[in-house]
């Protein structure tokens, strides 16, 4: 692989180039860029790396599942090695080995992540609005609002979308808003969260809440829901407010921190005709990100296509579109198939068929199980 020097600036088109430009500095561009940096293989290459927001303070996290030790392990603030699953006519506690439910706080991710890049001086920083990514002559080339050009000589990974597609134009929102809660004596299982609990009223759309519990007396409870539109403030403290009466049966507790987010969800169309340009990221869960950033490594060092590194087979994107679908027409037995699935099948099948890792056999048992078969 050839490299190009450090920061050469073009004054003939006013253009910047880099070997290598990230375009978005969340979760998919930080956990590529870090272990590029970090394996010492592309020491004399030249890095840019441009996100709208500077990360300033982010009081949320992701809360994810993992096999073993992860590459971020030591920003691991929780982790759970049981899962609660309920839903009608359902309850159940499952261990999850070999796998463990994570917390990393994105405060603790994005201090990581950007202090150690900064540490760098072959990566350049820039916090501007990005308007439009395109390749041209064989380079992946980015605008930026402020109208500066930049150019990508081997790769431009890009990690947002700039124009809805035809899918984002039939929206679909996933909703959460979240209490973290103390109570004055102890109450909750700190080996055990509740990844789903769908014995909620589904009439708005898909409904469901989990709860991690950080210690014994300190819980973070989110309510989630999947629907065409946001729901009112009101409803999301009275849906916060009600479970914790009628489902965990608590009337002693103060709110010590809340938090609200709300993301399109809608099928993803991350793939790209242009040799230059990868997506990465998406809608994809800090977990898969991180291996899909394992593989892109990988692809650079056997030399394989990067492009194929991060993309799944064709199926997954089917069963994506399916979900979506059934998803938005509000699908009136949404809680029941979705607690079928976890029924009929081991968890950690169900965790590697949202990691779009499973066989096709599996999936056919999923299937089986979704359609109430098996
Ligand atoms: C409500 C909600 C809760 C979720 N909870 C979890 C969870 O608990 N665990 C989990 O694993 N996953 C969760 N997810 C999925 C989550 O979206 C991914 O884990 C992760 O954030 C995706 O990483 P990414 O890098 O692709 O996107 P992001 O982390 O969103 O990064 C994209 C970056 O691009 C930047 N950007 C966007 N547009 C522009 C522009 N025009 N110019 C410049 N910069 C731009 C943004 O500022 C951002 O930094 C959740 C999603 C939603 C919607």
């Known amino acids: 692989m050839q490299h190009s020097s450090l920061y050469q600036y073009k004054p003939y088109n006013y253009s910047y180039s880099y070997d290598f430009v990230f375009a978005g500095a969340g979760v998919a561009g930080l956990s590529l860029l870090v272990r590029m940096l970090q394996s010492g293989l592309f020491n004399g290459f030249s890095f840019l790396l441009v996100d709208r927001d500077r990360k300033a303070s982010d009081n949320t996290h992701w809360c994810f599942w993992e096999r073993g030790r992860g590459y971020f392990e030591s920003l691991v603030a929780h982790r759970w090695q049981k899962t609660w699953i309920h839903g009608p006519g359902y309850s159940d506690c499952i261990p999850i080995a070999p796998y463990e439910y994570k917390m990393i706080r994105k405060n603790d991710f994005y201090r990581y992540c950007l202090d150690y890049i900064k540490t760098r001086d072959n990566v350049r920083l820039l916090f501007e609005p990005v308007r ?32 809805p597609t035809p899918a984002d134009r039939r929206i679909l929102l996933r909703h959460s808003s979240g209490w973290v809660i ?31 519990p950080l210690a014994e007396n300190r819980v973070f409870i ?41 993301t399109l969800m809608n099928s993803e169309s991350r793939q790209s005709t242009d040799r230059n340009i990868v997506h990465i990221g998406g809608r994809h869960s800090f977990g898969l990100i991180q291996e ?5 490594l990988r692809a650079f060092l056997s030399n394989e296509d990067i492009g194929k590194a991060c993309s799944h087979p064709h199926r997954f994107r089917f069963y994506d579109k399916m979900m979506n679908e059934a998803l938005r027409h509000k699908h009136p037995s949404g809680a029941a198939h979705l607690t079928r699935i976890f029924r009929r099948n081991p968890v950690q099948r169900v965790f590697r068929f949202l990691d779009k890792q499973t066989t096709l056999t599996e999936d056919l048992q999923m299937m089986a199980s979704l359609l109430g078969l098996s």
């Open 132 to 163: 439009s990514i395109r390749q041209h002559n064989n380079r992946g080339v980015l605008h930026l609002e402020n109208g500066e050009r930049y150019e990508a000589a081997i790769k431009l990974f890009q990690s947002f979308q700039l124009q």
């Open 292 to 296: 899909e950033s394992d593989a892109v």
């Open 182 to 212: 103390e109570t004055p004596s102890p109450q909750f299982d700190v080996s055990a969260n509740t990844m789903m609990d769908l014995r909620m009223p589904q009439q708005d759309g898909v409904n469901f809440m989990c709860t991690m």
């Open 222 to 262: 989110a309510s989630n829901l999947i629907s065409g539109k946001s729901p009112a403030e009101k409803a999301d403290d009275e849906r916060l407010s009600g479970y914790l009466r009628n489902n965990l049966c608590l009337s002693a507790y103060h709110v010590v921190d809340i938090e609200k987010r709300s």
